[in-house]
């Protein structure tokens, strides 16, 4: 493509975007769902973190199922003066082998969780593998739900994990869908710190 016309392109592009831009004038926090079968779930949701700390904002963070081991991301994020972190899970299901912990942990998680969706000092709320507390039946998925509805105006949520139920798709603004095309664990590569965990 020569330069002309790479240029006429870029042009229509950038008008097509502006109009896009200008339509978009409502101001107020977003839901996001980040569910699917592939890796970068979480790892999306924290750099989105670190995107609000950049501008300054105050951050919570809820995991649903991490809490038995410390991740990369605990141990960095939750030193900063603008994050509340709560680990509040007993690792994952298969480890725990115990449905009523789990079940307890989760209401407790999902308590934290619903005082911090209420607070209107957080621009962030993430909730960390929450959708396998809906696909486990640990919780109801209707507060949930009310709670994204009924948070303050400026607030922004990220929820993640596998299996999101349709009504919690339907509820969000924003779902990306993370398949799994290929991952070195399959092919025997060992899980490995800042990768994994």
Known sequence: MNDAKH????????EKQDQKIAAAAEER??????AGPGKGKSS???GMLARSLGHGHKVAVVQFLKGSMATGEELFFS????VDWFAMGDGFTWET????????????????????????QYQLVILDEITYMFSYHYLD???????????????????????PAQE????????????NEKHAFKAGVKAQAGIEW
């Not at 926090?29 to 980040?34: R, Y």
């Open 7 to 14: 240029l006429k392109k870029m042009k229509a592009i950038k």
């Open 29 to 34: 926090g977003v839901s996001i769902l980040l």
């Open 44 to 46: 999306s949701a924290f």
């Open 79 to 82: 030193a900063h003066k603008n």
């Open 97 to 120: 082998q115990n449905k009523e912990q789990d079940i307890a942990s989760a209401r407790k998680a999902w308590a934290k969780a619903q005082q911090l969706l209420a607070d209107g």
């Open 141 to 163: 998925i209707k507060p949930t739900i009310d709670a994204l509805k009924n948070r303050p105006e400026k607030m922004n949520v990220v929820l993640t994990g596998r299996r």
């Open 168 to 179: 919690l798709i339907d509820a969000v603004d924003t779902y990306s869908l993370i398949l």
